[in-house]
């Protein structure tokens, strides 16, 4: 018997994006973009077009280099959002429009200070005229969950009608209870008369810890589209995650009536490159792509697994992309193995002269550790996009000391628009000395909110990861930086931080939630 196609739409880029210091760059955007292409990935939503400039060329940028996928754009329900939308994803071969208004009494009276008729009249208008666009149009009723049912009837009928091929009631502030959520759709889809000429939509918060739950019983009662998020990021609590969401599905075939076109041997790969592009470390026993997924240190479990596999693990580990990440480069390696390499990972040059960088930066890492890893390569991408910033501040030279009996000291040189600056620090380590140092001269006035350290790879020659979240003025930002000597990851992930405040001081969404 066949099953019937489980939509995955996946909103890294958009509201995984509405993380506080998750921001990301045009060219970041595609890297994962290619990467959620490459996994199968139905519906990418890009971004939101209208919220500023930057937003706009991410979503255009994507659409251009897309060609498998649908790309989506965010729009509110009103007429400037819905053009904007259009005109990013034009290029895309598959294109979709996503629009949305509030239709719970709260929102509806506090936040749009609208009458329900006013709403419904809107979300009609907004859905005909991005179908002028696109055959493509996804309606969502915001904060859906906490709807009226007969108003989220009328609506969802009059969505439909209008032209909407989707229809999406998200639990947008984690509100939902998996029997509850799910039978919410049930008795939606069989109320309205034509529900059959749509595809219903989940797109579920984690503030209850409930956001894959909510979602899977809602495709147990009739939906067959869910919106989630590699590695469950997203603003607050985060989203359902993408990951567990697939192998949920695939694991349990038994009991779920759907099935989905995920290639799942490219999540972990998709996962560690948005953990590197955002910053956003992953916890070690995080499902599917925890550092712990697969791990065992119980005597009896490692007994038993040794045994006979199956008794205390339900999937493999290769078939989500574990065992994919060979040991493949080192410094012997030549400029065409290193670009296949680069390539598998989503990451392509548009010129010989970024290419030539790479290799070049891919030879200095070889030097400093034996062996390379696909991680190892990602962090140098990344490190790469920092220094093409518009900088404010490049680190030149470091020197940091560190002695048993002494205050440890650093000594920072750096350029600050182009001109070379000096600085010396004492600190209660090498690390605090640094920062110390450099914001003697940068006065940046930025609160530094979290510093954490992980290791790239395995084994003391490893590379350091350090992310430091930055905060100024409401401005929140991630810097990361990697290196093999953890204090120079330290400045490069700070200096990093800085350059993001500056080029990011303007941007802002107009409508912070979404959905």
């Not at 996928?69 to 729009?75: G, K």
């Not at 629009?99 to 200070?113: D, E, G, N, R």
């Not at 609208?114 to 493509?136: C, G």
């Not at 490069?492 to 405040?501: F, I």
Request: with cysteine; net charge negative; hydrophobic share 40%.
């Amino acid at each position: 018997m066949s099953k019937e196609k489980l939509v995955i739409f996946d909103t890294t880029l958009r509201d995984g994006e509405q993380s506080p210091g998750a921001s990301m760059t045009r060219d970041e955007k595609v890297r994962i973009a290619r990467m959620l292409e490459k996994m199968r990935v139905d519906v990418i939503e890009a971004g939101f077009a209208i919220a500023s400039p930057g937003d706009f060329e991410a979503v255009q940028a994507v659409a251009k280099a897309i060609k498998e996928s649908t790309v989506c754009s965010l729009a509110r329900a009103v007429d400037a959002d819905i053009d904007r939308a259009a005109e990013a994803i034009k290029p895309a071969a598959r294109s979709r429009i996503h629009t949305f208004i509030a239709t719970s009494p709260v929102h509806m009276q506090y936040k749009l200070k609208m009458q329900p008729e006013q709403v419904l009249e809107q979300l009609i208008h907004a859905v005909k005229r991005a179908r002028n666009y696109t055959d493509d149009v996804e309606f969502s009723l915001e904060d859906g969950s906490r709807s009226e049912f007969d108003f989220m009837c009328r609506v969802t009928e009059a969505a439909i009608a209008a032209g909407a091929t989707t229809i999406n009631v998200p639990d947008t502030v984690g509100y939902g209870e998996p029997a509850e959520y799910g039978a919410m759709f049930k008795r939606l889809i069989e109320a309205v008369p034509n529900s059959d000429k749509a595809i219903f939509s989940t797109h579920c918060h984690n503030d209850l810890g409930l956001a894959v739950a909510n979602s899977l019983s809602a495709v147990m009662n009739g939906v067959r589209q869910i919106e989630c998020t590699i590695n469950g990021l997203g603003e607050r609590a985060g989203n359902a995650s993408l990951e567990e969401v697939v192998m949920a599905v695939r694991t349990r075939k038994d009991v779920f009536p759907v099935e989905t076109d995920i290639v799942t041997e490219h999540i972990v790969p998709t996962s560690r490159l948005v953990s590197t592009i955002t910053g956003f470390p992953v916890q070690p026993n995080k499902a599917i792509v925890g550092a712990n997924a697969f791990a065992h240190e119980s005597g009896i479990h490692q007994d038993g697994v040794l045994k006979h596999r199956e008794t205390y693990e339900i999937m493999r580990a290769e078939d989500v992309g574990w065992n994919t990440n060979k040991i493949v480069l080192g410094k012997h390696s030549g400029r065409a193995a290193v670009k296949a390499r680069f390539e598998a990972l989503g990451v392509s040059f548009d010129t010989q002269d970024a290419l030539n960088e790479a290799f070049a930066r891919f030879k200095e890492l070889a030097d400093k550790k034996h062996e390379i890893f696909d991680e190892d390569l990602q962090a140098l991408v990344s490190d790469s996009a920092a220094d093409n910033l518009a900088e404010r501040f490049k680190l030149i030279d470091l020197e940091a000391l560190s002695k048993s009996g002494q205050k440890p000291t650093a000594k920072v040189h750096i350029s600050i628009d182009g001109q070379a600056v000096e600085s010396e620090a004492e600190g209660g380590g090498p690390v605090d000395a640094a920062y110390k140092a450099i914001e003697a001269v940068a006065k940046s006035n930025a609160d530094l909110l979290l510093y954490s350290v992980n290791n790239i790879t395995q084994g003391t020659d490893s590379q350091g990861e350090v992310t430091v979240r930055l905060e100024r003025n409401g401005h929140i930002v991630n810097g990361v930086g990697s290196d093999t000597d953890i204090v120079a990851a330290s400045v490069k992930s700070y200096l990093h931080a800085l350059n993001l405040l500056e080029s990011r001081r303007e941007r802002s969404h107009p409508q912070r939630d979404g959905v």
